[in-house]
């Protein structure tokens, strides 16, 4: 009420209205239910939607919703997940979260206010946005992690012109947003991504000091944060890998790259090789061992930095191919294989073809990656050309020895076809190149392997399977439009589980950036870290920003993430991922190797 006047002869005023209450409390929490979401806890999850775009994320006591995004329009009374390629009772825990960007006081205005979702306004952008793709929709620097991801891979500059040029390269180090380093636990430098041992050599040494304090104590370094990086440790033996991110990677994720680092150094060493190494000097100097293997470090870094789905999902992509025509595939490799070949691979712009192998072994796909990486990122074989003999190590076959690779590239055979099409952001480096690996545990068996392979050449070649290959390899992956015509969702990925293999939507028009590829593989890495974290029981998640609505779905038969843009309701996100999962189950004999041939 207002003060009362004097009395002076005067009328008095009349009392102001009450004034609205800015508290949170007096918000009813039913105005704020978001009916489709689900919490993992008996504190419900609520989530509400200003046209401006941003999100409130808010919790208010209550029992669970019984509704499901991916149930069916009769849903159970459990809230179990409707049969898609899974069975029914895999029950589904379901949360919508986004950051909370503004006080209750503030939201409870723009309730009070005209802004709500009767408005035309309101009603126009829902109306709109199907337009608006994933990470069109940007403001100012909601995210500026990436504004010079393109300068990433670049060099640093050379080391003369003196004192002023040393800091600009130190500068220049130190804006890379991710870095990994190994050294010995006797604090010699051994690889580093960016930057000569001597401009970073000081930085390597202050960070075998903290992790040896640690050590001192018992009590092992796993990681840390420094400002806007995340430091990740991990200790293999004798050797210390070490990764400094800005990318907002999880710690399994970063761990896992380390462990590929590792791998790819047994690769060449062996285990027992490196522990003798260390073994009489600890403080032995192993660059000179692993001398022109940096580019297979550095190529598989880097690919990690761009965020490789196969790395991400621990899995292999295969080219898509008819059953039948796998098959004949297999059959002419069976038909045609050497006594002393262990694994035979055909290979295809990064895509396993086929593979033959022992009934009773069967490549990890660590491994595979290995050999991938080897075959179409580092130049050292494809650069060469013809035909390779390297002797290697598949640590998860057997890290203790070696095993005899014969890589042979088409190039012979394809001749002045072989890359008649322009290149597509599907194969942003292997492009459509085929090559065929032979594996063997005898080291003179070069000139059968070789043998072996020009016969299954000339076949594949007669029968018009190469033909077929290289066709395939042209044509790319999928796009989302063809699989689901109308649908909102701009990208997917889908694992099968029991194959270790996935297959994904093709990366065009959408993100045929870097910059944009790094953007949807963000996505998804926060999506898998989500569902996969260790005290998780999610199955399905679906997630809203400012820049993209996006969904992840694990069962035990197959994990599913896609993508779409902005302000895309969650009953068209699901109608969407529905309709791709059921055309995976559909096709799965082409999108995957399913045994492969067998001797």
């Given at each position: 009420m207002a003060p009362a006047t004097e009395s002076t002869g005067e009328e008095q005023r009349p009392p102001l209205p009450p004034r609205p209450s800015t508290r949170s409390a007096s918000i009813d929490p039913n105005a704020l239910q978001a009916h489709a979401t689900t919490a993992v806890a008996p504190v419900e999850i609520q989530t509400l939607s200003f046209p401006d775009g941003s999100r409130g994320t808010f919790s208010s006591p209550g029992p669970k919703s019984a509704s499901s995004p991916l149930e069916s329009e009769t849903a159970s009374p459990d809230r179990k997940v409707s049969a898609i390629g899974a069975d029914n009772d895999d029950a589904a825990s379901v949360t919508s979260f986004a950051p909370t960007m503004r006080p209750a006081a503030d939201i409870a205005s723009l309730l009070a206010g005209e802004m709500n979702k009767r408005s035309p306004a309101w009603n126009l952008l829902r109306s709109q946005s199907s337009t608006v793709l994933p990470f069109e929709r940007r403001r100012g620097n909601v995210d500026d992690r990436?504004?010079?991801?393109?300068?990433?891979?670049?060099?640093?500059p050379d080391d003369t012109g003196g004192a002023s040029r040393d800091a600009e390269r130190l500068e220049t180090w130190k804006s890379k947003l991710k870095h990994y380093m190994i050294l010995s636990a006797a604090g010699k430098p051994i690889w580093s991504r960016h930057g000569d041992l001597g401009l970073i050599n000081s930085s390597i040494g202050v960070v075998q000091t903290i992790i040896s304090f640690y050590e001192g104590a018992k009590n092992q370094l796993q990681g840390f944060t420094a400002g806007n990086a995340r430091f990740v440790i991990s200790t293999q033996g004798p050797l210390y890998f070490v990764a400094i991110s800005?990318?907002?990677?999880?710690?399994?994720?970063?761990?896992?790259?380390?462990?590929?680092?590792?791998?790819?150094?047994?690769?060449?060493?062996?285990?027992?090789?490196?522990?003798?190494?260390?073994?009489?000097?600890?403080?032995?100097?192993?660059?000179?061992?692993?001398?022109?293997?940096?580019?297979?470090?550095?190529s598989l870094a880097d690919n990690f930095t761009r965020g490789a789905p196969s790395a991400l999902l621990g899995s292999l992509e295969c080219l898509r191919l008819r059953k039948s025509q796998r098959h004949a595939i297999n059959n002419t490799f069976l038909k045609l294989r050497s006594e002393k070949l262990l694994y035979g691979l055909i290979v295809a712009g990064g895509k396993l073809v086929s593979v033959i192998r022992p009934r009773r072994h069967s490549l990890h796909p660590s491994d595979l990656q290995l050999i991938f990486n080897m075959l179409f990122e580092a130049e050292g074989i494809r650069g060469g050309g013809g035909e390779s003999w390297i002797p290697l190590c598949l640590p998860?076959?057997?890290n203790r020895g070696y095993l005899y690779m014969y890589v042979s590239f088409f190039d012979d055979v394809l001749g002045a076809n072989k890359a008649a099409d322009p290149i597509s952001p599907d194969q942003p480096s292997a492009e459509q190149e085929i090559a065929m690996v032979l594996i063997s545990a005898d080291k003179e068996s070069f000139f059968e392997l070789k043998q072996m392979r020009d016969d299954v050449a000339q076949k594949l070649a007669s029968n018009g399977s190469l033909t077929l290959i290289q066709n395939a390899t042209r044509a790319g992956r999928i796009q989302t439009s063809e699989i689901a015509p109308g649908s909102q969702v701009s990208h997917f990925m889908y694992k099968s589980r029991a194959n270790v293999q996935f297959c994904m939507a093709s990366l065009e028009p959408h993100f045929t950036g870097l910059v944009e590829r790094r953007r949807l593989m963000t996505v998804y890495h926060e999506l898998h870290a989500s569902v996969h974290s260790k005290n998780s029981h999610l199955k399905v998640l679906h997630c809203i920003s400012e820049e993209a609505t996006s969904l992840a779905w694990v069962t035990p038969v197959f994990e599913f993430y896609c993508v779409a843009g902005p302000n895309v309701s969650r009953a068209s996100l699901t109608q969407g991922a529905n309709k791709i999962i059921q055309w995976a189950k559909k096709e799965e004999e082409r999108l995957f190797i399913i045994g492969g041939g067998v001797f």
């Amino acid at each position: 009420m207002a003060p009362a006047t004097e009395s002076t002869g005067e009328e008095q005023r009349p009392p102001l209205p009450p004034r609205p209450s800015t508290r949170s409390a007096s918000i009813d929490p039913n105005a704020l239910q978001a009916h489709a979401t689900t919490a993992v806890a008996p504190v419900e999850i609520q989530t509400l939607s200003f046209p401006d775009g941003s999100r409130g994320t808010f919790s208010s006591p209550g029992p669970k919703s019984a509704s499901s995004p991916l149930e069916s329009e009769t849903a159970s009374p459990d809230r179990k997940v409707s049969a898609i390629g899974a069975d029914n009772d895999d029950a589904a825990s379901v949360t919508s979260f986004a950051p909370t960007m503004r006080p209750a006081a503030d939201i409870a205005s723009l309730l009070a206010g005209e802004m709500n979702k009767r408005s035309p306004a309101w009603n126009l952008l829902r109306s709109q946005s199907s337009t608006v793709l994933p990470f069109e929709r940007r403001r100012g620097n909601v995210d500026d992690r990436f504004a010079d991801f393109e300068a990433e891979f670049a060099p640093l500059p050379d080391d003369t012109g003196g004192a002023s040029r040393d800091a600009e390269r130190l500068e220049t180090w130190k804006s890379k947003l991710k870095h990994y380093m190994i050294l010995s636990a006797a604090g010699k430098p051994i690889w580093s991504r960016h930057g000569d041992l001597g401009l970073i050599n000081s930085s390597i040494g202050v960070v075998q000091t903290i992790i040896s304090f640690y050590e001192g104590a018992k009590n092992q370094l796993q990681g840390f944060t420094a400002g806007n990086a995340r430091f990740v440790i991990s200790t293999q033996g004798p050797l210390y890998f070490v990764a400094i991110s800005k990318l907002g990677e999880s710690d399994s994720h970063i761990r896992s790259q380390l462990e590929a680092l590792y791998m790819q150094i047994l690769s060449t060493l062996t285990l027992p090789t490196l522990n003798n190494i260390f073994a009489n000097r600890p403080s032995s100097d192993l660059r000179k061992p692993l001398q022109g293997t940096e580019s297979l470090l550095s190529s598989l870094a880097d690919n990690f930095t761009r965020g490789a789905p196969s790395a991400l999902l621990g899995s292999l992509e295969c080219l898509r191919l008819r059953k039948s025509q796998r098959h004949a595939i297999n059959n002419t490799f069976l038909k045609l294989r050497s006594e002393k070949l262990l694994y035979g691979l055909i290979v295809a712009g990064g895509k396993l073809v086929s593979v033959i192998r022992p009934r009773r072994h069967s490549l990890h796909p660590s491994d595979l990656q290995l050999i991938f990486n080897m075959l179409f990122e580092a130049e050292g074989i494809r650069g060469g050309g013809g035909e390779s003999w390297i002797p290697l190590c598949l640590p998860a076959f057997n890290n203790r020895g070696y095993l005899y690779m014969y890589v042979s590239f088409f190039d012979d055979v394809l001749g002045a076809n072989k890359a008649a099409d322009p290149i597509s952001p599907d194969q942003p480096s292997a492009e459509q190149e085929i090559a065929m690996v032979l594996i063997s545990a005898d080291k003179e068996s070069f000139f059968e392997l070789k043998q072996m392979r020009d016969d299954v050449a000339q076949k594949l070649a007669s029968n018009g399977s190469l033909t077929l290959i290289q066709n395939a390899t042209r044509a790319g992956r999928i796009q989302t439009s063809e699989i689901a015509p109308g649908s909102q969702v701009s990208h997917f990925m889908y694992k099968s589980r029991a194959n270790v293999q996935f297959c994904m939507a093709s990366l065009e028009p959408h993100f045929t950036g870097l910059v944009e590829r790094r953007r949807l593989m963000t996505v998804y890495h926060e999506l898998h870290a989500s569902v996969h974290s260790k005290n998780s029981h999610l199955k399905v998640l679906h997630c809203i920003s400012e820049e993209a609505t996006s969904l992840a779905w694990v069962t035990p038969v197959f994990e599913f993430y896609c993508v779409a843009g902005p302000n895309v309701s969650r009953a068209s996100l699901t109608q969407g991922a529905n309709k791709i999962i059921q055309w995976a189950k559909k096709e799965e004999e082409r999108l995957f190797i399913i045994g492969g041939g067998v001797f």
